[in-house]
């Protein structure tokens, strides 16, 4: 007969085994299914996806603000933030010459960057559509057109989803604010 210390040693280690079992099982799932260099070329996508995004911005705001101000407070946001020194002097210049170059072709840099973010975003898409293909072994048809069409259609979705979202933000905590 097993004492009452033996019967709970034999359970833990039952559970102990059966917990690294779903570890290694899942170690060799993302090992297997290169879970973790998809997820790499997913964030990549991303981080590519933000330098037309903050030149769309920028472009926008622009059209918004006044140039002047503007430059004064990025003028006095980058001295705060950089040290004070010849080369941190030279390119605070630099980029408030570049912020009023961007001022000047607003337009052209907002169509420009428009353009390139909705084929960047919709790379984003392709390569999320295509990991997760690959992870839950989905086969895919090698009909590229209509997937980037979708893709595009997509990025149009999630960014009219962005637009209401940061436009109901501030109205529903003004409508909450007059509430009270």
């Known amino acids: 007969m ?51 995004l903050i030149l769309l911005v920028i472009s926008a705001l622009s059209g918004l603000i006044d140039e002047g101000q503007a430059k004064e407070t990025v003028r006095v946001f980058l001295e705060q933030l950089l040290p004070q020194n010849i080369e941190a002097t030279q390119a605070i210049t630099n980029v408030i010459y570049e912020l009023g170059a961007v001022f000047h072709y607003r337009t052209v840099t907002g ?41 595009l259609l997509l990025t149009v979705i999630t960014a009219a ?6 436009i109901l933000t501030p109205v529903m905590t003004v409508a909450e604010e007059a509430k009270n």
Not at 7 to 13: L, M, N, P, S
Not at 117 to 144: C, E, Q, V, Y
Not at 161 to 166: A, C, E, P, Y
Request: hydrophobic residues 50%; aromatic residues 14%; glycine residues 4%.
């Open 161 to 166: 989803l962005i637009l209401v979202i940061t």
């Open 2 to 52: 097993e004492s009452p210390q033996t019967k709970r040693t034999k359970t833990f280690r039952q559970r102990l085994k059966g917990w690294w079992n779903v570890v290694y099982d899942f170690a060799d799932i993302t090992d297997q299914r290169h879970i973790f260099l998809l997820s790499a070329g997913i964030a990549f996508n991303q981080l590519i996806c933000m330098i037309p």
């Open 111 to 151: 169509w420009i960057a428009g353009a390139i973010l909705l084929w960047l975003s919709s790379a984003l898409f392709s390569s999320m559509r295509t990991g997760l293909n690959a992870i839950f072994h989905i086969p895919t048809p090698k009909f590229f057109i209509l997937y980037r069409l979708k893709d």
